[in-house]
Each structure stands twice: as C-alpha cells, then as structure tokens.
C-alpha cells in the first residue's frame, strides 16, 4: 500500500452538491493529520485538521478511522469557490516527514 | 505579513548550470523544508531543517544541497541542472514538527 493514497479524481459537481473525499494512510504510527487546499498553480494553504474525534468547519466536516487508516473531507453546500486540489497530509510516525497524497481535483459547476 | 517568502519565481537553466532557490520566513520558526511537486504528483520532501546549523534529508534529496546558517533563511542549492529537476519547488516552515505548514509561492524552474 502508498504511504497515502487518495480518491484520484476528478470530481465534478454542480454548486449546492455534497463531496467526499477519502485518504488511506500505511503507517499505523501516523500520528497527525491534515487536509490542505491547493488552488490553481498556487501554494497548499492548510484547510483543517483532522482529529480523533472528527472535527466540523461550517460547511467542512473531516473524520478519522484510525482502525481502518482512513481520513475523509465531507463538503456540504458547494461553492464555486471550493474549486481546488485536495491533499490528505499524514505524518509518518514520530518523526518530522509529512507525506502528502497526490491531491484530489474537485471542480465545481454552476 | 510577508511569512514565507521565495526567489525567483520563475526561472530557466541550462543542463549542468548552478542556482540556488532562495527562502525566507519572518516568523521565527524552527522547522523549515523544501519540497518539489511535479505534476499530478504530491509533494516531496527534499531538505528540511529543525533549526539553524541543523539539516537532514528528506525523500529526494540527490541533486541538491541546504543550508541553515539563521533561523529565518533556508537557501537551496541545486548543482549540475538535470531535466529531472524540473518542477515548482516551495519553501515551507513550522512552528512545531507536525503543526501547520506555511509555503511559499513557490518557484517555477525548468531545466533545458
């Protein structure tokens, strides 16, 4: 298995859609968890982190299964704006290296 | 509210030339790293630095060289350009090891 595999995409929706994506991470020592945004030929900006717990940002609601070694973003509502390259960020273990997955490339219709 | 700032944005090497990326950040972080994304690819981890005078290998360091001689710049260094080292290249740093990362605008580098 990759250390962190994400849906490939592309999704496509139309404004007012709900989105899921998912992420699998190897490592079972992984000890942080994030999702970033990345638009167009831009830098990753930090979308939210993701806790044991699940943890809700209006319209964004990000959950862990650490038995499973999955992490998934739920979008409700869809905006045009939420058009943008998705990455599941994992950290390997105690150590300092983040893994990022390849991204998810959502597009959002009118 | 500069934060991570990188030179140059863009730029054009020829096979077997030298550069070095600049980087600088303005918010007394300890962490710092740079990382390559190719497209349709994640990023990967070059260098990464957990303070001044301390640097370590990330995943794909061959081809390159860091530096840490402050807190705020982390330069890197690629020597003898390759066409494989095409690609856009950010500067990122941390607070703390597994806190939130802040990039750079990254560098567009293309080697022909």
């Known amino acids: 298995r990759k250390e962190v595999e994400q849906d490939p995409g592309p999704f496509n929706v139309p404004e007012g859609a709900t989105v899921a994506f998912n992420c699998t991470y190897s490592?079972?020592?992984?000890?942080?968890f994030f999702w970033y945004r990345q638009d167009c030929r831009k830098e990753p900006k930090l979308l939210m982190s993701v806790y044991s717990s699940g943890n809700e940002d209006g319209r964004f609601t990000a959950q862990l299964n650490r038995a499973s070694q999955y992490i998934s973003l739920l979008i409700r509502d869809s905006k045009l704006s939420d058009s943008a390259t998705y990455l599941c960020v994992v950290t390997q273990g105690s150590n300092y290296k983040l893994t990022f997955g390849k991204g998810t490339l959502l597009t959002v219709n009118p | 509210n500069a934060g991570v700032t990188q030179t140059p944005k863009f730029r054009i090497l020829k096979i077997g030339q030298s550069m070095t990326l600049q980087c600088t950040q303005d918010m007394n972080h300890n962490y710092m790293y740079w990382y390559r994304q190719d497209p349709g690819m994640g990023l990967k981890l070059i260098y990464y630095s957990v303070g001044a005078g301390i640097t370590d290998k990330g995943e794909v360091p061959n081809g390159y060289n860091v530096s840490r001689s402050t807190t705020e710049d982390f330069p890197l260094r690629l020597e003898l350009a390759a066409p494989s080292q095409t690609s856009v290249y950010f500067c990122a740093s941390s607070y703390v090891p597994d806190g939130e990362l802040f990039f750079g605008e990254g560098s567009r580098l293309t080697v022909l």
């Open positions: 490592n079972s020592a992984s000890q942080s």
